[in-house]
């Protein structure tokens, strides 16, 4: 409770922030945004009283591409670390968790066999022997993989231990043909690769799948009275239009579903206003809209982060510009995106362009704003009130 009350203002929601206790994880997608976060800790903290342990923080790099660079805290290098430790699950910077899954295997196995007397007992039923698996051996193996992502083959590993657990409980060998799904129904058991990925999710605040992100998306737009919305991040692979409830259409364009994508929300009662969707990249795309007359752009934009190559930032802005370009002078003209940048507080130089009320410091991504507002003859809206 001190923790939380002491963190308020610099917490950000997992996976960004992770807290246990006094341990507290931090993620982000470069060293300079890591950099950044732990000085914003240390200094919330430190003002308050607490110490910030130099000797105890470490950071890691999951799958780095590049090995220069360090991470530093006040001038002080941070010890940087291939492994560590949260919540009992072993993170390593490779992605990989072939330690974690071998260990929770171990552990299930454990627990099965302290309790043989009765999952082996031909005279105790299936149900009850299932009901001692659930509240004993499965927990023994889920224990921590909540923190961890799992590839398939390790799922898999997961799978067939179970699957031995199960049989050994029922008597079954492999000379039986029995099928896998009949073992699970008879003990009443799902898949255990599916037990993990929900309570990872769960652990990410995602237990609903992409559908259910619409649904909910569309309530808050029905909620606030929203009827057009951009979106970013979308992840959603392919260049289509589709429902999301609530009498709304979102329409996408992504070509990876792991990263980047954007789209458009429509309320249906527009949709017969629209005349024209330009899906130019993962990254930019636009609908033409005609209301009573005037023609309305609106134009969803994902700019790449600041630890991106700058070609690819160069390519999103010079995309952004070929859309500019073709639309008619006269026609009106909405940007929905995520910049990446902070623009920065004040506006001295710039006053035809924002107002003053940004915040932080400007760095290179919030300039490229600023120029292209410039370019453009647009506002950063925002930054007026």
Known sequence: MVMDQLSEEVRQESTWTMMFADDIVICSESREQVEESLERWRFVLERRGMKTSRSKTEYMCVNE????????LQGEEVKKVQEF?????TVQSNGECGKEVKKRVQAGWNGWRKVLGV???????????????????????????ETVSLRKRQESELEV????????????????????????????????????????????????RRERKGRDLADMMERRKVDILCVQ????????ARSI??????????????RNGVGVVLKEEFVRNLLEVKRVSDRVMSLKLEFEGVMLNVVSGYAPQVGCELEEKERFWSELDEVMESIPTGE???????????????????????????VKERNLEGQMVVDFAKRMDMGVVNTYF
């Open 65 to 72: 591409r590049e090995g220069s660079g360090t991470v530093r």
């Open 85 to 89: 430790k949260y919540l009992g699950s």
């Open 119 to 145: 999952l082996c007992d031909r005279k105790i039923s299936a149900r009850i022997k299932g009901k001692v698996y659930r509240t004993v051996v499965r927990l023994a193996i889920l224990y921590g993989l």
């Open 161 to 208: 231990a179970e699957l031995k657990m199960l049989r050994f409980s029922l008597g079954v060998t492999g000379l039986d043909r029995i099928r896998n799904e009949y073992i699970r129904g008879t003990v009443h058991v799902g898949r255990l690769g599916d037990k993990v990925r929900e309570a990872r999710l769960r652990w990410f605040g995602h237990v609903q």
């Open 233 to 240: 991040e979308t992840r959603w692979k392919g260049s289509k």
């Open 245 to 258: 409830g609530a009498g709304f259409k979102l329409f996408y364009y992504g070509v990876d579903s792991k």
């Open 332 to 358: 009106r003209v909405v940007i929905g995106a995520d910049f990446n940048g902070h623009v920065g507080e004040g506006n001295t130089g710039d006053e035809e362009v924002m107002g003053k009320f940004g």
